[in-house]
């Protein structure tokens, strides 16, 4: 199978999400009418042997014939975030056939980006006449520039800080039917119940942005909302797992994981290697990927 830790610190992140935890441990694959090809089907049953048989090494054989079978290549090391992206979409997908094998009526949502997507807004106003323009698009993470942030809050900040369009880049607004000067700027308007950020920590040069960048176990997103969710409960997020990548570039190196378990203790897991931590070590870890 060549090098597959992206695959496993991966798989283990998501294997220790809560909610796709409990939906995936009461899956009954004989439900699903494609069970043999089923992404959803295989990644259930991976997830059920990791709590069923705790102290045998599992191997993501089944997961990754399937993704093969879907063009994902593997064999040498590949981007983690890169892969995530492409596991999220084949579970999306999975969902969605399955629904409509059932006549489900809700055929564009299934269970994988209701947990995962949420929605940003582009807003741009006309520095003339204040004329606003809001522009809607879905997300399943969001990914920070951390070159000059030493903090993912200040990288949030950094996202949602307003961007001045004018001179050769100036809008066209269709209400004063001109070029003119204006501000954008972007939010979370619908905040998913799983944030996933990923620290852009490398370039186009193919350098690393390899400082400590810090990160909270909670943290409260208002701050980086539209102004009409700011007094939503849904946007407080708990840390539950973090992705690391060990290496100076995305195609070499190596990846491991820090998550949390339902009681709170905190493991980290380097391939068939797993050992507990702290939440001090894990805050002080190099991280790639967050999930809250």
């Known amino acids: 199978l060549g090098n597959t830790c992206f695959v496993n610190a991966t798989l283990q992140c998501l294997t220790y999400t809560p909610e796709l935890q409990?939906?995936?441990?009461?899956?009954?694959?004989?439900?699903?009418?494609?069970a043999s090809d089923c992404i959803m089907c295989a990644l259930a049953q991976?997830?059920?042997?990791?709590?069923?048989?705790?102290?045998?090494?599992?191997?993501?054989?089944n997961i990754l014939q399937l993704l093969k079978a879907r063009h994902m290549r593997w064999g040498r090391q590949e981007d983690a975030h890169e892969f995530l992206r492409f596991l999220i979409d084949?579970?999306?997908?999975?969902?969605?056939?399955?629904?409509?094998?059932?006549d489900d009526d809700d055929d564009d949502v299934s269970f994988i980006h209701h947990l995962f997507a949420g929605q940003l807004r582009s807003q741009v106003i006309c520095d003339m006449c204040q004329w606003t323009s809001n522009t809607y698009d879905p997300f399943l993470d969001i990914c920070l520039d951390v070159k000059t942030s030493s903090s993912i809050t200040q990288?949030?900040?950094?996202?949602?800080?307003?961007?001045?369009?004018?001179?050769?880049?100036?809008?066209?607004?269709?209400?004063?039917k001109k070029n003119v000067t204006a501000r954008k700027l972007f939010s979370?308007?619908?905040?998913p119940r799983i944030l996933t950020l990923q620290l852009k920590r490398y370039g186009m040069s193919g350098g690393k942005v390899t400082r400590h960048i810090t990160f909270p176990h909670?943290?409260?997103?208002?701050?980086?909302?539209?102004?009409?969710?700011q007094n939503n409960p849904t946007c407080m997020y708990d840390l539950y797992a973090v992705l690391v990548h060990d290496?100076?570039?995305?195609n070499s190196g190596h990846y491991y994981c820090y998550v949390k378990t339902k009681a709170g203790l905190w493991f980290c897991m380097n391939d068939h290697m797993v050992r507990q931590s702290t939440l001090d070590e894990v805050l002080s870890s190099e991280a790639y990927l967050l999930f809250y």
Do not use: W
Not at 22 to 34: D, E, G, I, L, S
Not at 91 to 99: D, N, V, Y
Not at 188 to 191: A, L, N, T
């Open 155 to 176: 990288a949030l900040q950094s996202f949602v800080t307003c961007e001045l369009l004018d001179g050769d880049n100036s809008y066209f607004c269709s209400s004063c």
């Open 46 to 61: 991976h997830m059920q042997s990791c709590f069923h048989d705790s102290k045998r090494i599992l191997k993501p054989h």
């Open 247 to 250: 290496g100076h570039s995305t």
């Open 22 to 34: 409990q939906y995936m441990v009461q899956y009954q694959a004989n439900h699903c009418p494609n």
């Open 218 to 229: 909670q943290f409260n997103a208002h701050p980086y909302t539209s102004s009409s969710l």
């Open 90 to 102: 084949a579970l999306h997908k999975s969902c969605l056939a399955a629904s409509k094998q059932s």
């Open 188 to 191: 979370i308007h619908k905040p």
